[in-house]
């Protein structure tokens, strides 16, 4: 079995939704990962976000593989042991109330709006249902996460979208005050838009928002699907901007690799669902829930999260020093690389995975997003420079903007 053969036999039986990198992914350890024609790579893209602990960390793998062997799975008609001992360690962690959990982050996400809609209903009147989000922000795939992007390009072949959604410009008060009336049930943000640049939003922004949710009677929610679970270098991203949400929203590192959401509840809200208002057939998977359960076991330790910083640190000054970088972007290890002109950052990328750089792009910048664990290794005791592939002039002849087809997938 090749690559080549996988990428075919993809490009043949998989609905072509996704431009891939023509890497097929064999195994993966820590920071490393196998292709099938035995090519190696150091992985900066960590699933976008999702293997928190790398690639088949040992503890996870244990984890996971001991609830497979107990119960895989009993819908929500029963109980079960690992979503109480996750949903209790997020809250002992947070200090939120209660938990919700679904199988992604666009999840999460619809059970926010949907908990801030009922929350306006019954408050304030049936009228009261317009979230307020941020233009440039990304918040799912579904056709309300969708409605509730604020980026135009979203908003296309999918008529009709979900009614009920404002946008504002980031930094901009005076939008925001405008846009806010009785109407309006809750606002919802995130402090690192990732899908939108790795653009972390002004500190002193965030909180004239938390001020005009609190003044308002507005909920708070806060899009934590990327930002959370340690990868901002604090458990949640929200410490940082030290504000208070009533809602976040969790989902791709909380699993270590396999699907999940959560919706962090606060008092105010932790009993707006009531039995039958809002479910998941998966939400909660034992087996999902036992490997969350190890992240935080993880992440939580002592130091781990100071180590988050001090690599993002280190990353930031090298990424810095390397020839067509401009700038360096985001919060811990959730860097954006902005290029030097006329350098086109989806094909800086896939000059990087051929040469053994496994790298995401967020529209004009390359994204880096690696494990917390298993980096060490690979960028302490390896070259920088080679590592991104600089001399084999990865990032000096990328100076081309036009951008071939290259990357297309074989069989189409
Ligand atoms: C990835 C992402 C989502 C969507 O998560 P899925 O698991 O793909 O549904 C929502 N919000 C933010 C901020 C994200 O980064």
Known sequence: MTNQDIFKRDGEYISHTYQRFPIAVRCGHGASAEDFDGNSYVDFGSGIGTNSL????EGWVKAVSEQLRKVQHTSNLFYTLPDVMLAER?????????????????????????????????????????????KNSFHGRTITTLAATGQDSFHQHFFPFTEGFCYVSADDRQQLRDAVDSSVCGIMIEFVQGEGGVTAIDKNYAKYVEEVC?????????????????????????????????????????????????????????????PGQHGSTFGGNPVVCAGGVEVLNQVCRKDFLFNVSSKAAYLKEKLLALPG???????????????????????VASRCAESGLMILTAKTKLRIMPPFLGLLHSVAHKDMEATLGVKRGVFSDCHAPAFPDAVQRPGR
Do not use: W
């Not at 790398?54 to 960390?57: D, K, V």
């Not at 507005?218 to 009533?246: A, K, M, S």
């Open 90 to 134: 997020l809250c002992r962690e947070t200090g939120y109330s209660k938990v919700f959990f679904g199988n992604s982050g666009a999840e999460a996400n619809e059970a926010a709006i949907k908990l801030a809609r009922k929350y306006g209903r019954e408050k304030k009147g049936e009228h009261c249902n317009q979230i307020i989000t941020l």
């Open 54 to 57: 790398g690639f088949c960390n």
């Open 214 to 274: 609190i003044e308002n009677d507005i909920l708070l929610i806060v899009d934590e699907v990327q930002t959370g679970i340690g990868r901002t270098g604090t458990f949640l991203c929200c410490e940082q901007y030290h504000i208070r949400p009533n809602i976040i929203t969790l989902a791709k590192g909380l699993g270590g690799g396999l699907p999940i959401g959560a919706v962090l509840m606060d008092d105010v809200v932790g009993e707006i669902f009531q």
């Open 325 to 347: 970088v401009v700038e360096v972007s985001g919060l811990g290890l959730m860097i954006g690389v902005k290029l030097a002109e006329g350098m086109d950052a989806r094909l």
